[in-house]
């Protein structure tokens, strides 16, 4: 939930920082494209004085000469005259900040003048729309418009002027607020995660003490009925060892009174120690000691040889030279574990099959596979097997009785020491349990290092 939580922030915070930043980046180009489409269009209203004067200042009659190095270099040394005749004043220096320029061309793109001092390396292109061109290269951004005169209702075209502008400081800004966007959505998200977790963790707790006051309700129940069902027991018991007592007609009523005894006992005693392992508080569920594996299995096998043998089934056991491989865990619960699978997949293999149950020792752990060929479990209900109290039909119409807790006995008894237990089937063919532990020596030393400060 957490997890999800988190992706779906980071997500958000993740298109909110690029729509930001794409948004505030447009901006302030479309701000510097129109800083110099006005630049341009100003100093076009300039092009014919400054066309006229250039080509004056060329024209040899003057007493210029092309190659002559006192030629105007710049706007102001161009307009020099009109200055010094007071026709009007033309200032020293250009008014344009820093890392600008502006160029005015001939019709034929030769370059005329120059005012600034950022030009770009490029030649002005050859067809430049009447609406203006911009072209961005090299952290230089410039904007070239065509400027055409009036003669007789004519528009000639006089020439071109294109102005100019560093992006530098621009794209600096720019990065500055990808570095600044970075990191803010970073802390945002940093502190969304310790926000989710601590609400996460409150909003849990009534769900926490909910489901501690059931498996505490559960445990009580569970311990509460033990008496009155003992008691049931031992009436029927009783009953039952002096038949000649009982109305003939009573018989099978008793029967079936002390077969819903012990299925209430099996069911109640199923329950608690559910409840016992679920509780990790209590001593019983905290006991860890070295078990040997191989011995637990052999008693689940002798224990179920009587039901194998009334059907005819052949229990298989390969791996009976196996000795002293031992787990961490409590010896009664292991022996539960084993005890239902071996015992389930007798009860559901039919008359002259075989369960095989073998124990392989790998380097740190310790595999013990059940397999059986019974009826088998359909694909779609094997998720949901290790469900409490869940029991498939086909499984229900071959087996009566059971409380449908033992395959989630066994799941929480692996699970509750460290193991796992995984399960594969095919329908009329059979079912195979496959349990993994890691061995004791393994799982002490990964206690040890998870809990050594």
């Known amino acids: 939930m957490l997890l999800s939580y988190l992706v779906v922030m980071t997500a958000i915070l993740g298109i909110s920082g690029v729509s930001i930043y794409h948004l505030l980046a447009r901006r302030l180009h479309q701000q510097l494209d129109n800083h110099l489409q006005r630049l341009a269009q100003t100093s076009a209203r300039t092009l014919g004085v400054v ?40 200032p020293s220096d250009y008014p344009l900040p820093d890392a600008q320029g502006v160029e005015w061309f001939d019709d034929r793109r030769q370059l005329m003048i120059r005012e600034g001092n950022l030009f770009p390396d490029w030649d002005i292109s050859a067809n430049v729309p009447e609406y203006g061109l911009t072209k961005h290269k090299s952290y230089v951004k410039s904007y070239a418009i065509p400027v055409y005169g009036d003669l007789n209702g004519k528009r000639p075209l006089i020439g071109y002027v ?140 002798d224990r179920a040889a009587i039901a194998a043998s009334q059907k005819e089934i052949v229990l298989h056991y390969p791996d009976a030279s196996i000795e002293n491989v031992e787990v961490c865990g409590n010896a009664g619960h292991l022996r539960r574990l084993f005890g239902n699978l071996i015992d389930n997949a007798v009860q559901y293999t039919p008359e002259g099959g075989t369960v095989t149950v073998s124990i392989q020792r790998q380097t740190a752990s310790v595999v013990v596979s ?84």
């Open 370 to 453: 059940v397999v059986d060929t019974g009826i088998g479990i359909a694909s779609e209900d094997l998720p949901r097997i290790f469900d409490r109290f869940w029991r498939a039909d086909k499984a229900r119409s071959r087996r009566q009785g059971g409380t449908g807790l033992g395959l989630s006995i066994a799941c929480t008894i692996a699970h509750r020491y460290g193991g796992e237990i995984t399960v594969s089937s095919q329908l009329g063919v059979g079912t195979q349990f496959r349990i993994k532990f890691p061995l004791a020596s393994s799982y002490r030393e990964s206690v040890r290092r998870f809990t050594t400060p």
């Open 162 to 301: 294109r102005a100019s502008e560093s992006t530098a400081i621009l794209e600096a800004e720019l990065r500055r607020l990808r570095w600044g966007l970075g990191i803010g959505g970073l802390v945002a998200l940093g502190l969304t995660a310790i926000g989710g977790t601590w609400l996460t963790r409150q909003s849990l707790k009534p769900v926490e003490r909910s489901f501690d006051r059931l498996k505490q309700f559960t445990a009580d129940a569970s311990h509460e009925l033990r008496s009155p069902l003992t008691a049931i027991k031992t009436s029927v018991a009783v009953m039952q060892s002096h038949p000649e007592r009982i109305h003939p007609n009573d018989i099978k009523k008793v029967a079936a009174i002390a077969s819903a005894a012990d299925q209430m006992s099996e069911l109640v005693e199923d329950l608690l120690l559910l409840a016992r392992i679920d509780d990790t508080s209590m001593p019983e569920s905290m006991e860890l000691f070295p078990v040997p594996i191989d011995e637990i299995v052999e008693d689940a096998l």
């Open 51 to 90: 066309r006229h004067e250039y080509e004056e200042h060329r024209d040899k009659r003057y007493g210029y000469d092309s190659n002559d190095p006192d030629l105007p270099e710049n706007l102001s040394e161009l307009m020099a005259k009109y200055r010094q005749e007071g026709i009007f004043d033309v």
